[in-house]
């Protein structure tokens, strides 16, 4: 296990190094001058010596080659540049965003345990049986529905009309539960599919034949036997998901104007604030990598027969 992680550790570190190129690269795509919009945002009708001067101070004009040099020794020493826009070191800008997308990353992954882990197993359970029907029927609507329209519909029902909770903001558990649901629905309707699927292939295997002919419980084998092993793949899709939303969940963050890292990157995007972007990139690679390697962890915790860095 040790060797493995060590392995895949090394592997991570080219990786990085070939993400860090693509984002540096893609950044000085985005059309648009940022020095420019800088200068616009301030409310000033900046010359073109202006614009130059202060493209000169933000080290625009050098070459790339220098312009990534100098980004890239910056980043091994922690630090990710500062911001145009706000001028905030880009560390401390995510920083101070990443408790709130924490928090609705947390209730979002809540959401969605609560509604597909027993919508699931009751649908694989009852195969072909009313409870099946409805749940994927739940299952198909729910992933037919965008997130910014459940999202709009939510705030309209339950803000607008009734006001029961906050339109927007953070503050209280009210706040957090419309941004929470709208953003575990659409992952509960996946996880369940998948739930059901990984149960009904578990359900039929010999082991569970012959746990049930030694007289076991079926909430017992159903439990210690099947779900365990049909969690494997659940796994590896939901380090993926875990990642994505950690990264920032843009579109639920703008709608319920959630002071989240996604609100802030939308922003930054607009203000061709490059070093935001590419610390963002960064940010997110770096998440999405390590919850790869995890995942591949956990599934000798989850099966002890699965064998990692060996081959079979």
Same mark, same amino acid.
């Given at each position: 296990?040790?060797?493995?992680?060590?392995?895949?550790?090394?592997?991570?570190?080219?990786?990085?190094?070939?993400?860090?190129?693509?984002?540096?690269?893609?950044?000085?795509?985005?059309? =648009?001058?940022?020095?420019?919009? &800088?200068?616009? +945002?301030?409310?000033? +009708?900046?010359?073109?010596?202006?614009?130059?001067? /202060?493209? +000169?101070?933000?080290?625009?004009?050098?070459?790339?080659?220098?312009?990534?040099?100098?980004? *890239?020794?910056?980043?091994?020493?922690?630090?990710? =540049?500062? @911001?145009?826009? #706000? =001028?905030?070191?880009?560390?401390? +800008?995510?920083?101070?965003?990443?408790?709130?997308?924490?928090?609705?990353?947390?209730?979002?992954?809540?959401?969605?345990?609560?509604?597909?882990?027993?919508?699931?197993?009751?649908?694989?359970?009852?195969?072909?049986?009313?409870?099946?029907?409805?749940?994927?029927?739940?299952?198909?609507?729910?992933?037919?529905?965008?997130?910014?329209?459940?999202?709009?519909?939510?705030?309209?029902?339950? @803000?607008?009309?009734? @006001? !029961?909770?906050?339109?927007?903001?953070? =503050?209280?558990?009210?706040?957090?539960?419309?941004?929470?649901?709208?953003?575990?629905?659409?992952?509960?309707? #996946?996880?369940?599919?998948?739930?059901? $699927?990984?149960?009904?292939?578990? &359900?039929?295997?010999?082991?569970? /034949?012959?746990?049930?002919?030694?007289?076991?419980?079926?909430?017992?084998?159903?439990?210690?036997? $099947?779900?365990?092993?049909?969690?494997?793949?659940?796994? #590896?899709?939901?380090?993926?998901?875990?990642?994505?939303?950690?990264?920032? #969940?843009? !579109?639920?963050?703008?709608?319920?104007?959630?002071?989240?890292?996604?609100?802030?990157?939308?922003?930054?995007?607009?203000?061709?604030?490059?070093?935001?972007?590419?610390?963002?990139?960064?940010?997110?690679?770096?998440?999405?990598?390590?919850?790869?390697?995890?995942?591949?962890?956990?599934?000798?915790?989850?099966?002890?027969? *699965?064998?990692?860095?060996?081959?079979?």
């Amino acid at each position: 296990m040790i060797d493995y992680i060590l392995k895949r550790s090394l592997h991570l570190i080219f990786v990085m190094i070939g993400v860090s190129i693509l984002t540096f690269g893609l950044s000085q795509l985005i059309p =648009g001058d940022p020095a420019e919009l &800088l200068l616009r +945002e301030m409310g000033m +009708e900046a010359t073109r010596e202006e614009v130059e001067i /202060l493209r +000169e101070q933000l080290g625009l004009n050098d070459p790339f080659m220098v312009q990534y040099g100098r980004w *890239i020794k910056n980043v091994l020493r922690g630090d990710l =540049g500062r @911001s145009f826009r #706000t =001028g905030g070191k880009v560390a401390q +800008e995510i920083a101070t965003r990443l408790t709130a997308t924490i928090e609705l990353t947390i209730g979002g992954l809540l959401v969605m345990i609560v509604l597909a882990l027993p919508i699931g197993i009751l649908s694989a359970i009852f195969k072909n049986t009313w409870v099946d029907h409805i749940s994927r029927l739940f299952a198909f609507f729910g992933a037919s529905i965008p997130s910014f329209w459940l999202g709009l519909m939510l705030i309209y029902f339950f @803000s607008v009309k009734h @006001s !029961i909770f906050p339109v927007m903001g953070r =503050g209280s558990l009210r706040h957090l539960f419309l941004p929470s649901f709208t953003l575990g629905i659409g992952m509960a309707t #996946t996880y369940a599919r998948l739930i059901r $699927a990984s149960m009904l292939e578990v &359900l039929g295997q010999d082991f569970i /034949l012959a746990a049930r002919s030694r007289g076991l419980k079926e909430n017992i084998v159903i439990i210690n036997n $099947a779900l365990r092993n049909a969690l494997i793949p659940v796994v #590896t899709a939901f380090g993926m998901s875990f990642g994505h939303l950690l990264g920032g #969940t843009v !579109i639920v963050e703008n709608i319920f104007a959630w002071p989240g890292v996604g609100k802030f990157l939308v922003e930054c995007i607009f203000n061709r604030d490059y070093p935001v972007i590419q610390g963002y990139v960064l940010w997110m690679a770096t998440i999405f990598v390590f919850a790869n390697l995890i995942v591949d962890i956990s599934y000798r915790l989850l099966d002890p027969r *699965i064998s990692v860095g060996r081959k079979m």
